[in-house]
């Protein structure tokens, strides 16, 4: 363990993530505004479509906000995942002639989605200002909430990059599973809008449905539905996190066991 | 043991090489209990060594002998089935030079980039880049992206990031076997610098006298097995022995199609891999051709095509007579290489060609180590200071 985080360690981990963000808009002209203007664009087009002409969020406190942190939360999670699967393939070259630590690349790709993830929770903020949404003090506890899908979509990277060195199908697979995960997590509806409460229940039990709706609650509005609200036992309610737990160790304990042979397999 | 840089205890390492690579999930799906075949390929036989603090330690053995799977072992890029590595202090592989560059960076970049790789930070890099931009001789280039760069200008910027690398073991892969002649003088130069600086260096070569000359210990390794232990000269001596070996068969074989092509039989007496000043039989047997015989020459050439001796039976004033058969001896007073003989035979008149044979017999002359020059032929000569 007191490797992980040694002088080589760093110098690597910030010389790969240099180097990914350097090239992310290698070629364009307006270079790393990209990274501001490109969720900001995407969010014009949302808030023209859902809140202007679809209104399913009405009745929502402050609903463009809640829409788009969802979309914050959703495409982070669907960029580190997709990303980070391919990764270990796709430094293929690194891993077949030099002796670095297998895990690195997959932080390297993850810490790349938090940059992005931080530049896009500041247009989120400057958009809320502009709107002149009233600041929770609950919103302390938001990055609480970032962390645990982190910490999801890390386990899920792990646990996928290894398999797909074996497996080439797993981008597609995966690709299906998002697109489907797009539409169990609320993200571009509230939660309000379903009203059968068992499908409430089976939503909230997803890991990312938990953490958008827990997120949205301590920052958005307290009228967000979250799992506190709908699960009354205890044990319940910590299900969600339980996953992310198991998941994490699944991940971390699959790639483990196959990072040694990467080299080989590739 | 504080003198010990690398020990490698009992590394055994195979590959399984599955028969129909099974890569999509569907047919794992469809056959879920069909056994794969696997074909089980030991590469390493349990191999154990120890390389010591400030040796030159050279790793030789042919194509597919396990040379370069020990090699990524000792770097940590496989890792052994069964046994074990230990290494002391720093390491730094050089499997491939300038690993990761990406030619949409800068040479700057590049160059903090590879040093991250190897395990450098920021800082000990700017300390090197001085040195690493003057060493390749692009100060002018470094702000340009690498894809700008020729090919030459991108291994001289990846050669001198690896030599200025301050690294307790080196490890080195071939890294010789690139370049043009200059690059690889100055190969030389770093070499001559290392052994002088005791610098500990795992080097992995085919060339035998980088072996002699630098090596200070060797192994040589064949079939996944350490056949020889020691001494570079010895070493390299019986590397040259396993490889008359695998010649001695190609020759054979390549006889046996010779025999088919021509109707004229040529082949020699005794072995195909001699010593030097040994005397060599070649036997010419024309009773398939059905014609009378005037003129039999034969031709010596060299490896490189070059024309070294020549001589026929008219020149010389011998009478075939009414012979079908004919031996030609020489005494291979050659330098070590590889020779082979061209075959002409005549009726009448010269121009009556009735057989001729370009790719006749060929023999290989042993490298001696007691002989005392180098080149072709042995010339007579003398010193005299002037």
């Given at each position: 363990?007191?490797?992980i985080?040694?002088?080589?360690?760093?110098a690597?981990?910030?010389e790969?993530v240099?180097?990914d963000f350097?090239?992310?808009?290698?070629?364009s002209?307006?270079?790393y505004a990209w990274?501001?203007l490109r969720p900001?664009?995407?969010f014009?087009?949302?808030y023209v479509?859902?809140v202007k002409?679809?209104?399913?969020?009405n009745g929502?406190?402050?609903?463009?906000i809640y829409?788009?942190?969802?979309i914050v939360?959703w495409?982070?999670?669907?960029?580190?995942?997709s990303?980070?699967l391919?990764?270990?393939?796709?430094r293929?070259?690194l891993?077949?002639?030099i002796?670095i630590?297998r895990?690195?690349?997959i932080?390297?790709?993850s810490i790349?989605?938090l940059?992005n993830?931080?530049?896009?929770?500041v247009v989120?903020i400057?958009?809320a200002?502009?709107g002149?949404?009233h600041?929770?003090?609950s919103s302390?506890?938001l990055?609480?909430?970032?962390?645990?899908?982190?910490?999801?979509a890390l386990g899920i990277?792990?646990?996928?990059s290894?398999?797909?060195?074996k497996?080439r199908?797993?981008?597609?697979?995966?690709?299906?599973?998002l697109?489907a995960?797009f539409?169990?997590?609320?993200?571009?509806?509230p939660?309000?809008?379903?009203?059968n409460?068992n499908?409430?229940?089976?939503?909230l039990m997803?890991?990312?449905g938990?953490?958008?709706?827990d997120a949205?609650?301590?920052f958005?509005?307290?009228?967000?539905?979250?799992?506190?609200e709908v699960?009354?036992?205890?044990?319940?309610r910590?299900?969600?996190i339980s996953?992310?737990?198991l998941?994490?160790i699944?991940?971390?304990?699959?790639?483990?066991?196959?990072?040694?042979?990467?080299?080989?397999?590739? | 043991m504080?003198?010990?840089?690398i020990?490698v205890?009992?590394?055994?390492?195979s590959?399984?090489l599955p028969?129909e690579?099974?890569?999509?999930l569907k047919?794992?799906?469809?056959?879920?209990?069909?056994k794969?075949?696997?074909?089980h390929q030991?590469v390493l036989?349990?191999?154990?060594f120890e390389?010591?603090k400030?040796e030159?330690?050279?790793i030789?053995?042919?194509n597919?002998?396990?040379?370069?799977?020990l090699?990524?072992i000792?770097a940590?890029i496989?890792s052994p089935n069964?046994?074990s590595v230990?290494?002391?202090?720093?390491?730094?592989p050089?499997i491939?030079?300038g690993?990761?560059f990406?030619?949409?960076?800068?040479?700057?970049?590049?160059?903090?980039l590879?040093?991250a790789?190897?395990?450098f930070n920021r800082?000990?890099?700017?300390a090197?880049y001085?040195?690493?931009?003057a060493?390749?001789e692009?100060?002018?280039?470094?702000?340009q992206?690498l894809?700008?760069y020729?090919s030459?200008?991108?291994?001289?910027?990846?050669f001198?990031i690896?030599?200025q690398?301050q690294?307790?073991?080196?490890i080195?892969?071939e890294?010789?076997?690139?370049?043009?002649?200059a690059f690889?003088k100055k190969?030389?130069?770093?070499?001559e610098s290392?052994k002088s600086?005791?610098q500990?260096?795992?080097l992995?070569?085919?060339d035998?006298?980088?072996?002699k000359?630098f090596?200070?210990?060797?192994?040589l390794i064949?079939?996944g097995?350490i056949?020889?232990q020691?001494?570079?000269?010895?070493?390299a001596?019986?590397?040259?022995?396993l490889?008359?070996e695998v010649i001695?068969?190609?020759?054979?074989?390549k006889?046996?199609?010779r025999?088919?092509r021509?109707?004229?039989?040529?082949n020699l007496i005794g072995?195909?891999?001699?010593?030097?000043?040994?005397?060599?039989?070649?036997?010419?047997?024309w009773?398939?051709c059905?014609k009378k015989v005037?003129?039999?020459?034969?031709a010596?050439?060299g490896?490189?095509?070059?024309?070294i001796f020549?001589?026929?039976t008219?020149l010389?004033?011998?009478?075939?007579?009414d012979a079908?058969?004919a031996e030609y001896k020489i005494s291979?007073?050659m330098?070590?290489?590889?020779y082979h003989?061209?075959i002409g035979?005549?009726?009448?008149t010269?121009?009556?060609?009735i057989e001729y044979?370009?790719?006749?017999?060929e023999?290989?002359?042993k490298?001696?180590?007691d002989l005392?020059?180098e080149?072709l032929?042995?010339?007579?000569h003398?010193w005299k200071k002037a």
């Amino acid at each position: 363990m007191k490797h992980i985080f040694s002088k080589q360690n760093k110098a690597l981990l910030s010389e790969l993530v240099r180097t990914d963000f350097k090239l992310r808009y290698q070629g364009s002209v307006l270079g790393y505004a990209w990274s501001l203007l490109r969720p900001l664009l995407l969010f014009i087009i949302l808030y023209v479509v859902f809140v202007k002409f679809l209104r399913i969020g009405n009745g929502v406190p402050n609903y463009p906000i809640y829409l788009l942190l969802g979309i914050v939360l959703w495409n982070f999670f669907a960029e580190m995942t997709s990303q980070g699967l391919s990764a270990i393939v796709g430094r293929g070259d690194l891993i077949r002639k030099i002796r670095i630590p297998r895990w690195m690349i997959i932080v390297s790709t993850s810490i790349s989605a938090l940059i992005n993830l931080t530049l896009n929770m500041v247009v989120v903020i400057v958009i809320a200002i502009i709107g002149g949404m009233h600041f929770l003090t609950s919103s302390v506890f938001l990055p609480l909430f970032l962390l645990e899908i982190y910490l999801f979509a890390l386990g899920i990277t792990l646990f996928l990059s290894a398999l797909f060195v074996k497996y080439r199908d797993v981008s597609y697979i995966w690709e299906v599973c998002l697109q489907a995960g797009f539409y169990i997590t609320p993200v571009i509806y509230p939660l309000s809008l379903i009203k059968n409460v068992n499908v409430q229940k089976l939503i909230l039990m997803n890991p990312l449905g938990q953490a958008v709706q827990d997120a949205r609650n301590v920052f958005v509005t307290h009228a967000t539905i979250t799992n506190s609200e709908v699960f009354h036992n205890q044990f319940i309610r910590i299900i969600p996190i339980s996953i992310v737990i198991l998941v994490l160790i699944l991940g971390v304990w699959y790639f483990k066991k196959h990072a040694k042979s990467f080299a080989e397999d590739l | 043991m504080d003198d010990i840089a690398i020990s490698v205890k009992n590394v055994s390492k195979s590959f399984k090489l599955p028969h129909e690579r099974n890569s999509s999930l569907k047919s794992t799906i469809i056959h879920p209990f069909k056994k794969k075949t696997y074909e089980h390929q030991e590469v390493l036989k349990n191999i154990s060594f120890e390389i010591k603090k400030g040796e030159f330690f050279g790793i030789v053995g042919r194509n597919g002998s396990g040379k370069s799977t020990l090699l990524k072992i000792l770097a940590g890029i496989y890792s052994p089935n069964k046994g074990s590595v230990e290494v002391q202090g720093k390491m730094t592989p050089f499997i491939e030079l300038g690993v990761g560059f990406n030619p949409e960076l800068t040479g700057s970049e590049n160059i903090y980039l590879n040093g991250a790789l190897l395990g450098f930070n920021r800082k000990e890099m700017s300390a090197m880049y001085d040195e690493i931009v003057a060493f390749a001789e692009l100060e002018k280039f470094m702000d340009q992206k690498l894809k700008n760069y020729s090919s030459g200008m991108q291994v001289r910027l990846a050669f001198s990031i690896a030599i200025q690398v301050q690294s307790d073991v080196l490890i080195l892969d071939e890294v010789l076997a690139v370049g043009d002649e200059a690059f690889q003088k100055k190969c030389i130069d770093v070499f001559e610098s290392y052994k002088s600086k005791k610098q500990t260096i795992v080097l992995v070569t085919h060339d035998m006298s980088t072996v002699k000359r630098f090596c200070t210990r060797a192994i040589l390794i064949s079939e996944g097995d350490i056949i020889t232990q020691g001494n570079p000269n010895k070493v390299a001596n019986d590397y040259s022995e396993l490889n008359n070996e695998v010649i001695d068969k190609n020759i054979t074989a390549k006889s046996e199609a010779r025999a088919t092509r021509h109707k004229t039989q040529t082949n020699l007496i005794g072995k195909n891999v001699i010593k030097y000043g040994e005397d060599i039989h070649l036997v010419v047997d024309w009773s398939k051709c059905d014609k009378k015989v005037k003129n039999l020459g034969v031709a010596l050439y060299g490896n490189a095509g070059e024309y070294i001796f020549g001589a026929n039976t008219i020149l010389d004033e011998y009478n075939l007579k009414d012979a079908t058969k004919a031996e030609y001896k020489i005494s291979a007073h050659m330098g070590s290489g590889n020779y082979h003989f061209k075959i002409g035979i005549f009726g009448d008149t010269d121009k009556e060609i009735i057989e001729y044979i370009d790719d006749g017999p060929e023999f290989t002359i042993k490298r001696n180590p007691d002989l005392k020059w180098e080149g072709l032929s042995y010339i007579k000569h003398e010193w005299k200071k002037a």
